[in-house]
């Protein structure tokens, strides 16, 4: 139960770096996947369990800020002004 609770703060730090107004879902979606899965107690299964979780957190971040980075380098610009002053 502990390693669970540790991998679900894990998460939800990750889910912080988003912005504001994905946190809420993202959060949402974590806290119903480890309820869904807490009947788990085989070993193996719940690294699996965990590792998955840490996976998609990260990429749903890196696509994120990857996402973040492209709007703020591309050109549409708005008026000009350089968005990442």
């Given amino acids: 139960m502990e390693r669970a609770a540790r991998a ?9 770096r988003l912005p504001a107004e994905t946190r809420p879902y993202y959060s949402k979606y974590a806290r119903e996947n480890f309820v869904n899965y807490r009947e788990v107690d085989d070993s193996t299964s719940l690294d699996e369990l965990f590792r998955r979780a840490y996976t998609h957190t990260t990429w749903v971040l890196n696509k994120v800020e990857g996402d973040l980075q492209q709007l703020m380098s591309s050109s549409s610009c708005l ?3 350089c968005c990442y002053a």
């Avoid at 703060?9 to 912080?16: C, G, P, Q, S, T």
């Fill in 8 to 16: 679900y703060r894990a998460v939800l730090r990750l889910v912080r």
């Fill in 79 to 81: 008026a000009g002004v």
